[in-house]
């Protein structure tokens, strides 16, 4: 099975030109680009994060945090924009053509769906740690990449808007 939403994304990959791919309508907005550049990049990171509890046995009593929990609870980001410590917010790439783009989505869905069948099988217990939510079980990870490329659907709306405002 894959993930939806990545397939959502994948599929509206196909309807715009390059120009429309690397616009950005300001300096600090990223262009649709760097956002499929961003969700792929976040999902990889994720993915090694599964990978790293699927090779461990060592059980970690802690769990998320406060955000985390709500998060999961809610089983989603809120609806706002979130804007990381400028440490951990590199604009992201804006040179990959379309079939660039196309080819890592298809990397990552393929990655994901070999993780899925273990993702669902593994020790709840073993646990890898994030930065902002908290320790993190292999499904938790599984469950994170869907709700982050979800959370990035309210941007691909305002982008796609930012090109008809443009006449692009």
């Not at 120009?19 to 969700?39: C, N, P």
């Not at 440490?87 to 890592?104: A, H, K, V």
């Amino acid at each position: 099975m894959s993930m939806p939403v990545l397939s959502q994304f994948k599929q509206d990959l196909e309807g715009y030109t390059e120009r429309q791919l690397h616009y950005k309508k300001a300096t600090e907005v990223w262009s649709i680009g760097q956002m499929y550049d961003h969700i792929i990049v976040v999902a990889e990171e994720y993915a090694d994060e599964i990978e790293r509890c699927l090779a461990s046995h060592e059980d970690q009593p802690l769990g998320k945090t406060e955000f985390g929990e709500r998060l999961f609870q809610a089983g989603g980001f809120p609806a706002m924009k979130i804007r990381l410590p400028d440490e951990m917010n590199q604009p992201p790439n804006n040179t990959d053509r379309r079939e660039t783009l196309e080819r890592r989505i298809d990397d990552l869905s393929t990655r994901l769906m070999r993780l899925e069948p273990l993702v669902r099988s593994a020790n709840p217990d073993v646990k890898a740690r994030h930065g902002g939510f908290g320790w993190l079980n292999a499904q938790e990870w599984y469950d994170l990449i869907e709700m982050h490329t979800r959370h990035h659907l309210r941007q691909q709306a305002d982008l796609e808007r930012y090109l008809l405002e443009a006449g692009i």
